[in-house]
T-cell receptor, first 114, second 115 residues
Framework: DGGITQSPKYLFRKEGQNVTLSCEQN?????MYWYRQDPGQGLRLIYY???????QKGDIAEGYSVSREKKESFPLTVTSAQKNPTAFYLC?????????????FGDGTRLSIL | AQTVTQSQPEMSVQEAETVTLSCTYD???????LFWYKQPPSRQMILVIR??????QNATENRFSVNFQKAAKSFSLKISDSQLGDAAMYFC????????????FGQGTRLTINP
């Protein structure tokens, strides 16, 4: 089945540690996105990539980094510079970045601080 | 400001009845897309319905329909014949081309279905 796979489902970070969240899609989509969801709030865009080897900052990129070396993969690293990383992280993809093509979402990763 | 506002943090409805979730937004763009997403307890975001702003006809998907009032910048979701599986968080979102091309989400409305 085609879809988006996020791993791990739960992740714990120690103080000063970088952690990487995985997002893989087999939908042959060009565009990929990372969102953060805090309790009682909607999603906020962290980074997005319209095509392989290219990505742009979203609204809350500080303390995060991404790469897009392969079309199917868009990992997100939460660095030690992100002082409040506890949240639910959702990855999404779409055929392209135009709104006519809806975004498909993964099941998410919940990140907590130890 | 590119905001999307859902003024109802929680709503409840009796099974088989109809419920309407409200959404208003702010934009200076003339053409844009609006979406309703559903997030069940599994936390996966599922697209419910989509509306293109230049189309005057309200979108409909089975039991889900929208009331799109472009001048009022209002985009409400009507769920008919509510089912227990409709219980979820519902998010209204608008796609914007200004700055980062992205979806801007509202705060969400938690819908409870009473049997």
């Amino acid at each position: 089945d085609g879809g988006i796979t996020q791993s791990p489902k739960y992740l714990f970070r120690k103080e000063g540690q970088n952690v990487t969240l995985s997002c893989e899609q087999n939908l042959n989509h060009d565009a990929m996105y990372w969102y953060r969801q805090d309790p009682g709030q909607g999603l906020r865009l962290i980074y997005y990539s319209q095509i392989v080897n290219d990505f742009q900052k979203g609204d809350i990129a500080e303390g995060y980094s991404v790469s897009r070396e392969k079309k199917e993969s868009f990992p997100l690293t939460v660095t030690s510079a992100q002082k409040n990383p506890t949240a639910f992280y959702l990855c999404a993809s779409s055929i392209n970045s135009t709104p006519a093509k809806p975004q498909h979402f993964g099941d998410g990763t919940r990140l907590s601080i130890l | 400001a590119q905001t999307v506002t859902q003024s109802q943090p929680e709503m409840s409805v009796q099974e088989a009845e109809t419920v309407t979730l409200s959404c208003t937004y702010d934009t200076s763009e003339s053409d844009y897309y609006l979406f309703w997403y559903k997030q069940p307890p599994s936390r996966q975001m599922i697209l419910v319905i989509r509306q293109e702003a230049y189309k005057q006809q309200n979108a409909t998907e089975n039991r889900f329909s929208v009331n799109f009032q472009k001048a009022a910048k209002s985009f409400s979701l009507k769920i008919s014949d509510s089912q227990l599986g409709d219980a979820a968080m519902y998010f209204c979102a608008r796609f914007t081309y200004q700055g980062a091309q992205k979806l801007v989400f509202g705060q969400g409305t938690r819908l409870t279905i009473n049997p």
